[in-house]
């Protein structure tokens, strides 16, 4: 099987896990963390634009993978309030920011 089309199928597969999770968060019984669909939401986004070969090809895309970590962090700080998972979207932020720099200087 050719790698492009098994990455293809692993992120599609992933993409759709993460979408199949965000339906299990709505119809569970209880109040539903508002925090928890934003991740989700970031999820599938992340991944599906992930599935393009193109998309992970492209100089940008350590940045990108990067961004989604600050902002998975962020979010789960936002919606927890626990100071460790806001250490960590402050360094994911602090890795954003060496990825733009090395994307930057290579381009």
Do not use: K
């Amino acid at each position: 099987m050719d790698e492009r089309r098994v990455q293809r199928l692993l992120h599609a597969s992933v993409s759709t896990l993460l979408a199949v999770v965000g339906v299990a968060f709505a119809v569970r019984p209880g109040g539903p963390a508002q925090w928890a669909y934003g991740l989700v939401a970031l999820g599938v986004l992340f991944f599906g634009v992930s599935a393009v070969p193109s998309v992970r090809e492209h100089g940008a895309y350590n940045a990108l993978a990067a961004a989604f970590a600050t902002a998975v962090c962020l979010v789960a700080y936002l919606g927890s309030g626990t100071a460790f998972v806001g250490a960590l979207a402050l360094a994911s932020g602090v890795g954003t920011l060496i990825e733009l720099g090395r994307w930057y200087r290579r381009g």
